[in-house]
């Protein structure tokens, strides 16, 4: 009975470490990916694209919207 009770334990005890063990390397590889430059862009006032519709305003805090 003891032996079936410390492979359970063994078990979860492996998987935790498995668990907390792949954590650590998925947020090393965010760090990784957050300290890259982001890539400059070059874009001119004439690439920007109108709204085909007016944007959508609040007119009071309770009011839903109005167009």
């Known amino acids: 009975m003891l032996c079936a009770e410390m492979r359970m334990t063994t078990t979860l005890l ?3 470490a498995v668990w907390m063990g792949s954590s650590v390397l998925f947020c090393l590889a965010l760090c990784v990916a957050a300290a890259r430059p982001l890539p400059q862009n070059d874009v ?3 690439q920007f694209v109108e ?4 944007t959508i305003e609040a007119v009071d805090e309770n009011a ?4």
């Open 14 to 16: 492996v998987l935790g």
């Open 44 to 46: 001119g006032e004439e």
């Open 51 to 54: 709204p085909e519709r007016e």
């Open 64 to 67: 839903v919207c109005l167009r």
